[in-house]
């Protein structure tokens, strides 16, 4: 992720320019542009706040916004103390992380780096990796455990990768490209989702063959309106990037237009690609179609033409639409839908890179270098993520903390620890410990009419 962690690279002296951009100096640095951007990607959290909000049912709507601030709130302060100086901090030509610039010590801002500017932008990034995982653990995980594992995943996994892809890491100068994280931080999301809501397992009843008890999403209009706000904060996200002045003018554009068109591109195909399946609209396929693709195209949004976004857009949204058939198909209960969204087309951008890519990839005639590279990076991340992920979850639940109890789970979390619900039907009942087929339908064609929503908690 060479463009990514370009704007400062801690104690080490400046590498040679990898990919199209070139090396800025510091006089072409605009750092008020990497403020601002850092600023935007802070709201972004309310994107996905609401996305998962509306994505649960609504008895544990309220717990997963909680999760989702105390992810950001965890992820500000584990990057002030370690985070940043893990990533940024010098290395001691171990290759492995930073061990300087921690909580704050020795950080400079002069014309030749702001370690407080680039602060703002890295841990508004950092946290953003951390509420998508959030959604993986819905309506199942503690907040104890959740708050552990995001202070694990932000301060230590991801800022192991972050300092690893820095123009001058060792994973970068291997020939791994990675514009703005789409192996680095939606792939790696998504595998530690992957991990997490394999080992919780399933919310208790989902995939029971003997009820019929609903696991509607609580709003998909909640979901559509956190998917245009995470759009809206993508722009800022991959453009703050480009952070060069009048040097960059040109990368500045393409790298929006390009986010535009693939954003736009997988919200529409999504959407028809459902009407198709399903002979019917969906709220959830637009929306997802759109992060689907801002992920994808996260890989190369500098290097690539606009038709090329088109095509990252449009496999994007088939990509998404196979997956989320797949996923329920085989048991993983994914609420978010974490894994088709930021796994698997995380996934999908870093090798198409291999392909599309301007100055290395194979139409361009550049051979299969980059593809092995794209490759060999995904698997050096699945394998990073997974391991220290698998290995937090394990002691979590060797203490008995890592999910809720049954109780909690059949109540719903907002009823049983955050005070009462975020929403409350007037007709609603409770759900109760297993809804047999043949009661569920007696009891909804007695209530014709009625409003009453059987088991829908």
């Known amino acids: 992720m060479g463009h990514l962690f370009r704007h400062q690279e801690g104690d080490a002296a400046p590498p040679p320019?990898?990919?199209?951009?070139?090396?800025?100096?510091?006089?072409?640095?605009?750092?008020?542009?990497?403020?601002?951007?850092g600023f935007i990607i802070v709201l972004t959290?309310?994107?996905?706040?609401?996305?998962?909000?509306?994505?649960?049912?609504?008895?544990?709507?309220?717990?997963?916004?909680?999760?989702?601030?105390?992810?950001?709130?965890?992820?500000?302060l584990i990057w002030w103390l370690f985070g940043y100086g893990f990533s940024f901090g010098y290395d001691f030509q171990t290759n492995f992380m930073g061990g300087t610039k921690l909580g704050g010590y020795n950080w400079e801002a002069t014309q030749f780096g702001n370690d407080y500017t680039n602060f703002v932008f890295r841990a508004s990034g950092a946290a953003?990796?951390?509420?998508?995982?959030?959604?993986?653990?819905?309506?199942?995980?503690?907040?104890?455990?959740?708050?552990?594992?995001?202070?694990?995943y932000?301060?230590?996994?991801?800022?192991?990768?972050?300092?690893?892809?820095?123009?001058?890491?060792?994973?970068?100068?291997?020939?791994?490209?990675?514009?703005?994280?789409?192996?680095?931080?939606?792939?790696?999301?998504?595998?530690?989702?992957?991990?997490?809501?394999?080992?919780?397992?399933?919310?208790?009843?989902?995939?029971?063959?003997?009820?019929?008890?609903?696991?509607?999403?609580?709003?998909?209009?909640?979901?559509?309106?956190?998917?245009?706000l995470v759009f809206a904060g993508w722009l800022f996200y991959n453009g703050g990037i480009v952070a060069q002045g009048a040097n960059s003018k040109y990368t500045q554009g393409l790298v929006a237009v390009n986010t535009l068109v693939a954003g736009a591109t997988g919200g529409f195909f999504a959407f028809i690609i459902r009407y198709f399946q399903y002979e019917t609209t969906s709220l959830v396929a637009l929306s997802r179609g759109i992060v689907s693709a801002l992920v994808a195209v996260s890989a190369a949004t500098d290097d690539m033409k606009p038709w090329t976004a088109f095509i990252y857009g449009l496999l994007a949204a088939v990509f998404y639409s196979v997956l989320a058939k797949v996923i329920p198909k085989v048991h993983i209960d994914d609420p978010v839908e974490v894994v088709p969204v930021f796994l698997g087309n995380g996934f999908l951008g870093i090798f198409l890179?291999?392909?599309?890519?301007?100055?290395?990839?194979?139409?361009?005639?550049?051979?299969?270098?980059?593809?092995?590279?794209?490759?060999?990076?995904l698997l050096i991340i699945f394998v990073w993520v997974a391991f220290f992920v698998l290995i937090t979850l394990l002691i979590l639940k060797g203490f008995g903390v890592l999910r809720i109890d049954s109780e909690t789970e059949s109540v719903g979390i907002d009823k049983a620890q955050c005070l009462g619900e975020a929403i409350v039907f007037a007709n609603q009942v409770d759900e109760a410990p297993l809804i047999q087929k043949t009661e569920l339908v007696q009891l909804g064609n007695s209530q014709i009419g009625s409003g009453f929503r059987p088991g829908f908690r």
């Open 128 to 152: 953003i990796a951390v509420s998508v995982l959030s959604g993986a653990a819905a309506e199942r995980m503690t907040f104890l455990a959740w708050s552990i594992l995001a202070i694990v």
């Open 353 to 377: 890179s291999a392909f599309f890519d301007t100055k290395a990839g194979i139409i361009y005639g550049f051979g299969g270098k980059l593809l092995g590279m794209q490759l060999l990076g």
């Open 17 to 37: 320019a990898v990919g199209n951009i070139p090396a800025p100096q510091a006089s072409t640095i605009d750092y008020d542009w990497i403020l601002i951007s």
């Open 45 to 76: 959290q309310v994107g996905f706040a609401f996305i998962e909000a509306g994505s649960v049912r609504y008895k544990n709507s309220q717990s997963i916004v909680i999760k989702v601030i105390l992810g950001l709130f965890l992820t500000i």
């Open 154 to 228: 932000a301060g230590f996994i991801y800022a192991g990768l972050a300092h690893w892809t820095l123009a001058s890491g060792w994973l970068t100068t291997l020939g791994y490209k990675d514009f703005s994280g789409a192996g680095v931080v939606f792939f790696a999301a998504g595998v530690a989702g992957l991990v997490v809501t394999v080992l919780l397992k399933p919310r208790r009843f989902r995939f029971d063959p003997n009820t019929t008890l609903q696991f509607q999403r609580h709003s998909p209009i909640y979901i559509a309106f956190g998917s245009i």
